[in-house]
């Protein structure tokens, strides 16, 4: 299971969410961690240039969390999910 690494962004967009919302981040977000394969790279090209090349994201009620995947630095295996960032999908359209 990946370890899930908050940037201050992420928590910063997470709590102007309402409570819906937020309680469905977190469930995807347990996703996120324990099934590396969900997700998307199918990332919008403006979304690319404020994230990285690497970016990934999964859906939320309109929204879309955007994370990294990175291998563990070490041998236990684990490696790190760093979620980046929630943009409104409205505003990226």
Partial sequence: MAKLLFTAPFLDDLAQLDER???EVWR??????SVPGVGTSLVEPQLIRSY????LKIAVF????????????????????????????????
């Fill in 28 to 33: 995807k977000l347990e996703l996120v961690q």
């Fill in 21 to 23: 919302v937020e309680t």
């Fill in 52 to 55: 990285g090349t690497s970016c």
């Fill in 62 to 93: 309109g929204f879309d969390v955007l994370y990294e995947r990175h291998p563990a630095a070490d041998d236990a295996g684990d490696e790190f999910v760093v979620v980046l960032g929630i943009i409104s999908q409205r505003r990226v359209r």
